[in-house]
């Protein structure tokens, strides 16, 4: 496939960070959580007094070496971006927007599919949210085994994780999102159906 030009990634990891906010907005307003290090930032804010955005930047920063080291500076950058996006939008839209009266198993459907889509949008113009998903990347790269099998099990084992700390039906909505949204990433984000070049140009 013909790369994407400088202006298209841009308006690209904008967008998908935007959607993947309002999926994170999703999720808070039914107390859920879902998979990746955004599941896990979602679990320790209900266990810590920090924010959402501070505890996503801490949980991604880690693995932006393994994005720097493996796919290159330009998706390394593009994904710290896209997670800083992330952690400013869900802090910008929480005054202005309030989700009050919120079926729970709807908030975890639109969740799961708004995250799925942002996450969908910034794979494919060179970037990720950073964190677990830089990691299933990187093993769709190196083993072709696709995003969304990789991110299922990690997604699981976050969980699973929560069985300690969270009401059992607010595990029951949380593991609705993560199977939707990883239902969105294995079926539209294979190996060999689109390919980008994860370059340091």
């Known amino acids: ?10 308006i ?3 967008t998908g960070s935007f959607l993947v906010a309002q999926g994170i907005m ?7 959580i879902t998979g990746g290090t955004a599941g896990l930032a979602l679990l320790l804010n209900h266990l810590t007094p920090y924010s959402f955005g501070v505890l996503y930047l801490l949980c991604n920063t880690p693995f932006y070496w393994l994005a720097w080291k493996r ?3 330009r998706f390394a950058l593009n994904s710290f971006i896209s997670g800083l996006l992330v952690s400013l ?8 927007v309030q989700l009050t009266d919120t079926n729970p198993v ?12 942002g996450m969908l949008i910034l794979f494919r113009h060179r970037s990720s949210l950073g964190g677990f998903n830089v990691f299933c990347l990187f093993v ?22 929560s069985f300690f700390y969270l009401p ?9 999102s993560a199977a939707v949204l990883n239902v969105v990433l294995a079926m539209n984000h294979k190996p060999s159906r689109y390919c980008v070049t994860y370059g340091s140009s």
């Open 1 to 10: 496939m013909e790369k994407h030009t400088f202006q298209e990634d841009i």
């Open 12 to 14: 690209a990891m904008i």
């Open 26 to 32: 999703f999720l808070q307003a039914a107390n859920a």
């Open 71 to 73: 796919f290159g500076q």
């Open 89 to 96: 939008f869900t802090g910008l839209f929480s005054p202005l």
């Open 106 to 117: 709807y908030a975890a459907i639109s969740g799961g599919l708004l995250m799925g889509l």
């Open 140 to 161: 769709q790269d190196k083993l072709g085994i696709s995003v969304g099998k990789t991110q299922l099990c990690i997604d699981a084992s976050i969980v699973c994780a």
């Open 168 to 176: 059992p039906e607010t595990i029951a909505v949380s593991i609705l």
